[in-house]
DNA sequence: AACGGAACCAACCGCTGTTCA
DNA sequence: GTGAACAGCGGTTGGTTCCGT
């Protein structure tokens, strides 16, 4: 192996290609057929490598090649693919006639993968993230002195780490682009501090020192302040202090001392209201395959070159576009997937 | 109008897998 | 069995265009 580029070669011609090498090459193809690429060049009298030919050929000049935008059902179904083939985009071509590999894999990196990230959306993973999700930055907290009505609470929403699709959810909807404005929505504003704080329990719950309860920690300075991610512990009145939030809102769910765990439903069916979003148990959301995950949904294929199946914890949570914004249109495109009706990729998996 | 940064995309590079002498 | 030739793939580059200041 080893071998050295075939363009090395003195006098070979490199970058644009010219109008005219353009038609000597399709007349010789059309003349001829794609044969031997090596031979190609000579024979057509052009000045460039059998690659470079093949390249300009398969990517540009071949007649079924479908130009333009790509529209809004040629990017779902990037995506879709996407999720289930990773970066195997000559797999991913072949399913999108007229598409060549390059323009999906330059669409990919321009367009959907920057749009996802904004969605908060591991474009590798397809899973929404909370890591990408900064909080500190939404509600500019100076530091984090938390009260004992904060630890109470902490205490109460510590097993709300045991709900990670509410936790995707509400990390995904908050990281939604708003439709007319930078104000956030009222779902996004009942939803932040919700986040915060389940955010805040399963930092705890995922590396508790082994007798510490969630409150325990926050007792101690130094790891309150170690811990990523934390913000004021009463985000409903920074949002305030931030104009975010109406005056008048009120009491927002999360900040009273009585909190009861109830308020998981409670949140699960407001988000339900908001866009029929249909929950996985919390029992069973990291590996129940039943809902709308493995094989009907969204997939977390591994960024691995090999096998692609999804060996990560998938996605639990899917959703049907209704009533919904243009977010959430997008989002339901993302979630809603019935892969195995629509694609046979059984050769990759 | 001029400039600079961002976005876009065609083309190149380097690697792997396959074929064949 | 070996290695060169070849096709194909995914990642990256760099030139061009767009857009905001």
Redesign the pocket.
């Known amino acids: ?3 050295a ?1 075939c ?1 090395d070669r003195t006098g070979l ?5 010219t109008q005219e090498e353009d038609e000597k090459l399709v007349a010789y193809i059309k003349k001829h057929g794609q ?5 190609l060049p000579k024979n057509a009298d052009l000045e460039r490598c ?3 030919c ?3 050929w398969t ?2 000049l071949r007649p079924d090649i479908k130009r333009g935008r790509f529209s809004f059902e040629e990017e779902e179904t990037i995506i879709q693919l996407h999720s289930i083939l990773g ?5 991913i071509a072949a399913r999108l006639p007229g598409r060549t ?3 999906i ?3 990919w ?3 959907i993968r ?1 749009r996802l990230l904004r969605m908060g959306i591991d474009p590798v993973t397809h899973a929404p993230r909370l890591d990408l999700l900064d909080l500190s930055s939404l509600l500019k907290p100076a530091a984090y002195y938390p009260t004992q009505a904060d630890l109470d609470t902490l205490r109460a929403l510590e097993p709300l780490a045991n709900y990670p699709d509410l936790l995707r959810l509400a990390s995904t909807l908050l990281a939604a682009p708003t439709t007319t404005s930078s104000q956030p929505t009222t779902e996004q504003q009942m939803l932040l501090p919700w986040l915060i704080q389940a955010q805040m329990a399963q930092q705890v719950s995922q590396a508790p020192p082994q007798h510490a309860t969630a409150a325990d920690m926050f007792l101690q300075p130094s790891s309150a302040c170690q811990m990523p991610g934390l913000v004021h512990a009463n985000p409903a009145q920074q949002l305030h202090q931030d104009h975010m939030v109406p005056s008048d809102y009120g009491q927002l769910p999360g900040y009273d001392n009585q909190l009861e765990l109830d308020y998981v439903p409670a949140l699960m069916q407001m988000a339900s209201d908001t866009s029929n979003l249909q929950w996985s148990s919390p029992v069973t959301s990291s590996n129940n395959n039943n809902n709308c995950n493995v094989g009907s949904g969204v997939s977390t294929p591994s960024s691995s070159p090999a096998g692609r199946v999804n060996s990560a914890s998938p996605t639990t949570f899917c959703a049907n576009a209704s009533n919904i914004d243009a977010f959430s249109a997008d989002a339901a495109g993302l979630f809603d997937m019935h892969l195995s009706d629509l694609l046979d990729v059984s050769d990759y998996m």
């Open positions: 192996m080893g071998r580029p363009c011609k490199k970058g644009p290609w044969g031997n690429w090596r031979t059998g690659k470079s093949r390249l300009r990517n540009y970066n195997k985009w000559s797999a590999d390059n323009e894999k330059n669409y990196n321009t367009h920057k």
